[in-house]
């Protein structure tokens, strides 16, 4: 499903443990690392999929998170050409996401990738909040930024330090 100016919606998951990090998982067979992301199906709301997506993407359910909140509006980030998909229909030339912020309310060992077939990820580990702003790929650090700038307060995050990018 791709929107009229080629935007694939689409929920970002900012996972929180109790002390304040947050899951940063690594893509599978690779040394890229981001937070956990998924297309919104058709017929599906903003929340819909994101329980979707975290039962998928880290085998957790409804039950083991709580939802701090929420951005406001879309966030989009645009594809390097490279990325950019050109199948049948409208050509998806990047991202808009609804992030949300979670807090995990449930033993961590629970996280696995084994949920599907296909998984995404082959590993996690807590970070520091603004760590994700650092090691993110470039096309997608703006997004993170405004994210995590706005969600920040919600989940009760230090101030950003000069260094976090």
Not at 45 to 65: K, S
């Amino acid at each position: 499903m791709i929107d009229r100016d080629g935007y694939r919606p689409n929920v970002g998951i900012i996972l929180v443990s109790g002390g304040g990090q947050v899951l940063w998982a690594k893509r599978i067979g690779q040394e890229a690392w981001q937070f956990p992301q998924g297309g919104i199906k058709r017929g599906e709301t903003p929340e819909d999929a994101l329980f979707r997506e975290l039962n998928e993407e880290l085998g957790l359910g409804r039950e083991h998170v709580e939802i701090i909140g929420v951005t406001r509006r879309w966030l989009r980030y645009q594809l390097p050409e490279r990325y950019i998909r050109r199948r049948r229909g409208r050509v998806c030339i990047g991202q808009k996401q609804k992030w949300f912020a979670l807090r995990l309310v449930a033993a961590e060992s629970l996280v696995r990738f084994d949920a599907t077939a296909d998984p995404e990820f082959d590993g996690w580990r807590w970070v520091d909040y603004w760590h994700p702003l650092r090691e993110v790929v470039e096309f997608k650090r703006e997004v993170y930024d405004l994210a995590l700038d706005e969600l920040a307060p919600l989940i009760g995050a230090e101030p950003r330090s000069p260094s976090a990018l």
